[in-house]
Nanobody, 120 residues
Framework: QVQLVESGGGLVQAGGSLSLSCAAS????????MGWYRQAPGKEREFVAA????????SYADSVKGRFTISRDNAKNTVYLQMNSLKPEDTAIYYC?????????????WGRGTQVTVSS
């Protein structure tokens, strides 16, 4: 079993910054990547950013490129999301995601989510 605990988030004005973190515990040795998704009211959950655990390579949704930065600390099994130049449309619940591959199939773990609200 893997547990993901998110922290950070909150309320910020447009143009401001927030930082999220997500610590994984449990059976984490087989982590393939970790990342963040978000879900705004009335919308589907969407990909935000991810980092490959072994190489550190990163990927981002087009909507956050240049504003958000994902990073990891392997020793702490923690992934971070630095969010700058926030916009009202970034308002959503942000979910931490961990993925491993078992017998060729992806297995996803999810955190409970943390609210990010950007006021205009």
């Amino acid at each position: 079993q893997v547990q993901l605990v998110e922290s950070g988030g909150g309320l910020v004005q447009a143009g401001g910054s927030l930082s999220l973190s997500c610590a994984a515990s449990g059976r984490t040795f087989s982590t393939y990547n970790m990342g963040w998704y978000r879900q705004a009211p009335g919308k589907e959950r969407e990909f935000v950013a991810a980092v490959t655990w072994s190489s550190g390579s990163t990927s981002y949704a087009d909507s956050v490129k240049g504003r958000f930065t994902i990073s990891r600390d392997n020793a702490k099994n923690t992934v971070y999301l630095q969010m700058n130049s926030l916009k009202p449309e970034d308002t959503a619940i942000y979910y931490c995601n961990r993925q491993e591959v078992l017998l060729g199939k992806p297995i996803n773990n999810w955190g409970r989510g943390t609210q990010v609200t950007v006021s205009s």
